[in-house]
């Protein structure tokens, strides 16, 4: 049993060794504090191992006030007569973590000490990054893309008198359905504000004015947070790129924002993607129907397919040509691929489609056989599926209530045996 | 000699007999709660979530219930209030970044029985997975930033604000890092 269970550790981490996947996160993203001199703090930071694998992460910081930054790790100490003592080391730079297959975050503590005189009004930022030290291997340094993310640690100085700064949120919403704004808005002045409202006007990509929208109204005290909120129905517009200009009205000042969003739903999508007068072993011919449903142009667009096998093992793939697709077309992409190798069989694709800078991803099933290749969708999402134990809690509990009676039964059972043993010796002595 | 060492493990078995009815007896009380009570599950009282869409769950032998989420201990800003005939309960649209409290009332004919009150937190998170291309897979938009080598500094060589789950194409040619930072 331990042979089999270290065979499969082994292959379990070969294979983790040979990802090549970069996966890191942090979180809370940001922390906002107001200024006050001479405040001391610490804050905690989760730094997130998302593909739960073997990696050294660098912590290091950036910014105007980077240096009032420090982080503490425990020291355990254990003296004479098993005596423990826990300090606090504090580093300055140059921290790194280590993480193995079995964790899926680390906390990070970090220190603040602000001086007396910070004086500029407005938000200092000071950034933490958490970055994977790229693995090394026969003395070479690993090549690609390395991941890294920043906490952001924000401290604001307030202005004199009112001031108030806005965001700008703005929900995805399919057509026909009203466009939520969400206007989160920060008191940043040492005085109360009596009257916060918004208007919004929403321009399409010709700057036409499409709709405007107002808020509600609220009041905010000094450093205080608060969001306000407007609907558009948006009836009669058609799907594009909008601009949405915010003017927030506060006790005779404003504060504008302004915003480019998308209205409507994805920008492309894949229809099919079919293989017609195809023999195996042959160049199979690959239609893929892309719809631009937007109103606007979208250039460099194109369709990557992967084929991969029952194994999870690539085994092939092609590209299409780039293509510009205007605002509403309907155009087929096509690909060839060499199928002089592949074997009949079922087939997971997973297809990438390429616009300007982006892609989008989706998985298809194929299956291949000698006079055809039928591709269905077999999802259209490349999240990762948790996978949720089907034991209910209360069966877990039963369960546990089930084996301690179990257990005591057989106490008492044991017992009464012994006993009768026993009292049979002392009946035959 | 044996008598002793046959005294000592019959006092073991004794107290390890203890101890498994003691558990025992916990554990019925802990049934007894579960039959008569609402007992809340998921998520964990004083939580700190980074999924907006977290599911709520709970056990209990009745069939139904009230299900309420505020934003305060109070109830007095309650967001979501509704009806279910399931133990379990998923929200129709994210959360914000806050801190919320929730409980659920379960109905049996005329008798109302009340669950504990639980807080929980939802934090940002900023992360990136990087496979074919960079892909947010934080609860934020986030602004991602491309720093490449030239010579023997590292320099930034692109950016782009990416949705939640939205891909951006990687470099193949170059070594590359993308840092990921909340947008705004």
Do not use: C
Not at chain 1, 119 to 135: S, T
Not at chain 1, 187 to 214: H, R
Not at chain 1, 337 to 351: A, N, Q
Not at chain 1, 370 to 399: D, H, P, R, W
């Amino acid at each position: 049993m331990n042979k089999i269970l270290k065979t499969w550790m082994l292959v379990l981490m070969f294979l983790v060794v040979t990802s090549t996947v970069s996966a890191i996160g942090v979180s809370p993203a940001r922390k906002t504090i107001f200024y006050e001199p001479g405040m001391q703090g610490s804050f905690d930071i989760r730094i997130l191992n998302n593909e739960f694998k073997d990696m050294k992460v660098k912590i290091y910081t950036e910014g105007d006030l980077k240096d009032i930054i420090t982080f503490s790790k425990d020291k355990v100490e254990i003296g004479r007569g098993g005596k423990v003592e826990i300090s606090k080391v504090l580093y300055f730079d140059d921290v790194e973590m280590g993480f193995d297959i079995t964790d899926e975050s680390k906390k990070l503590t970090y220190n603040f000490e602000l001086s007396n005189n910070l004086e500029k009004p407005g938000i200092h930022e000071i950034k933490i990054f958490a970055q994977e030290v790229p693995r090394s291997g026969d003395g070479e340094t690993v090549v690609g893309a390395v991941g890294a993310v920043a906490h952001q640690f924000h401290i604001i100085v307030p202005y004199p008198g009112k001031y108030l700064e806005a965001e700008l949120r703005i929900s995805e919403t399919a057509l026909g359905e009203p466009v939520t704004f969400v206007i989160p808005v920060r008191s940043m002045g040492y005085d109360d504000i009596n009257s916060v409202k918004g208007v919004l006007e929403i321009f399409d990509s010709s700057n036409n004015l499409v709709g405007t929208v107002e808020t509600n109204e609220i009041s905010l005290k000094s450093k205080a947070k608060s969001e306000l909120v407007a609907l558009w129905d948006a009836i009669g517009v058609e799907p594009g790129i909008m601009k949405a200009k915010l003017t927030v009205h506060y006790d005779g000042k404003t504060a504008n924002v302004e915003k480019t969003f998308n209205f409507g739903q994805v920008l492309l999508d894949l229809i099919y993607m079919v293989v017609r007068d195809f023999r195996l072993g042959e160049i199979a011919k690959f239609d893929t129907l892309v719809e631009n449903k937007w109103s606007e142009l979208v250039e460099n667009v194109y369709v990557e397919t992967i084929f991969f096998d029952k194994f999870g093992d690539e085994v092939n793939r092609f590209k299409t040509p780039t293509e510009n697709f205007e605002g509403g077309a309907r155009k087929e992409l096509v690909g060839y691929m060499d199928t002089i190798d592949m074997e009949i069989g079922v087939y997971d694709l997973k297809v990438l489609l390429f616009y300007e800078d982006k892609f989008i991803e989706k998985h298809l099933r194929a299956l291949v056989s000698l006079n055809s290749i039928e591709i269905g969708f077999f999802g259209a999402t490349a999240q990762a599926v948790s996978v949720q134990s089907g034991l209910k809690k209360n069966t877990l509990i039963m369960f546990l209530i089930l084996i301690i009676i179990a257990a005591n039964i057989g106490w008492y059972i044991y017992f009464r045996r012994r006993h009768k043993v026993k009292e049979g010796k002392t009946i035959k002595k | 000699m044996k008598l002793k060492k046959k005294k000592r493990i019959k006092d073991l078995v004794f107290q390890l007999e203890l101890f498994s009815l003691v558990v025992l007896a916990l554990l019925l009380y802990v049934l007894i709660g579960i039959v008569n009570g609402v007992i809340l599950i998921t998520p964990p009282d004083n939580a700190i979530l980074t999924e907006l869409n977290p599911e709520f769950e709970w056990i209990s032998r009745y069939q139904d219930y009230s299900f309420y989420l505020a934003k305060d201990k109070n109830f007095t800003e309650v967001i979501i209030e509704t009806n279910l005939s399931q133990s379990k309960y998923e929200l129709p649209t994210d959360l914000d970044f806050y801190e919320y409290y929730w409980y659920v009332v379960a109905y049996d004919n005329k008798r109302v029985i009340k669950s504990s009150v639980r807080k929980f937190r939802v934090e940002t998170l900023v992360a990136l997975e990087i496979r074919e291309g960079v892909k947010n897979v934080g609860n934020v938009e986030a602004n991602v930033s491309v720093r490449t080598k030239q010579g023997d500094n590292w320099v930034n060589t692109g950016a782009a604000v990416l949705d939640v789950n939205e891909i951006l194409r990687k470099d193949r040619e170059r070594v590359a890092v993308y840092i990921a930072e909340q947008n705004e």
